[in-house]
């Protein structure tokens, strides 16, 4: 299984950057997904790392450090539609799953 | 494509009624899971199918809890009796395991439940 570990709450400013971070501990790593959720809405794909690195998509990157289990979003020229939780998601396929695992999310709050 | 449709979006129940959760896939995905969200505990996958077989369902709660998946393109979440401890959103999401793809996970609007 996995421990995946991420702030609960952030605020941020209109304009700004904000990076949120996750850490996991896992035995069979397979990827790790970045997944938007605005409130009252469906959870909404965001990005995918399974090398180490940077990826990025406009004003959205996400890193990864497999050796330390550790990623990150980050997030630029914040505007405030982006004020949503962040679920930080790793597969392991340890037993042969192909199942991601969510953790709890981080509620990101921009104001102006 | 009209993505992953879920029904019905709202329901509210007394508690002991049977209350059942309906999801149709994207077409073509070959995984379907059921998850649970709530404040307290966040986004719980409860059971997952593949090719139409449940693989897992570690995740559900306890025997009221039954979920089916007849052929591709439907599946039921089932809660007989229901209780208030419930009362969640539960999602129905597909992937597509294909080698190209990074399987993400495809959610339906969610189902909101509501046990008296």
């Known amino acids: 299984g996995q421990n995946i570990d991420q702030p609960t709450e952030m605020t941020a400013t209109e304009g700004a950057i904000v990076q949120i971070n996750c850490t996991y501990q896992t035995s069979g790593f397979n990827g790790l997904f970045w997944y938007q959720q605005h409130a009252g809405e469906a959870p909404t794909f965001l990005s995918y790392n399974v090398l180490d690195g940077l990826e990025e998509k406009g004003r959205f990157s996400s890193f990864l450090s497999r050796s330390k289990g550790y990623s990150y979003l980050l997030l630029k020229e914040l505007q405030m539609k982006d004020s949503a939780s962040y679920l930080c998601?790793?597969?392991?396929?340890?037993?042969?799953?192909?199942?991601?695992?969510f953790g709890r999310g981080t509620s990101l709050i921009v104001h102006p | 494509d009209a993505g992953v449709i879920q029904s019905p979006r709202h329901e509210v129940t007394e508690m002991g009624q049977e209350v059942t959760l309906r999801c149709k896939p994207i077409?073509?995905?070959?995984?379907l899971f059921w998850y649970r969200q709530t404040m307290m505990r966040g986004l719980e996958l409860l059971i997952y199918f593949n090719n139409n077989v449940p693989i897992d369902d570690s995740g559900m709660p306890e025997d009221r809890f039954s979920a089916k998946m007849p052929n591709a393109s439907f599946s039921t979440l089932k809660i007989q009796p229901s209780e208030p401890r419930d009362s969640a959103v539960y999602f129905c999401?597909?992937?597509?395991?294909?080698?190209?793809?990074?399987?993400?996970?495809?959610f339906g609007e969610g189902s909101r439940l509501t046990v008296l």
């Open positions: 998601a790793v597969r392991d396929t340890t037993g042969g799953s192909y199942i991601p695992t």
């Open positions: 077409s073509g995905h070959d995984y």
């Open positions: 999401a597909s992937s597509n395991t294909g080698v190209r793809g990074t399987g993400e996970l495809f």
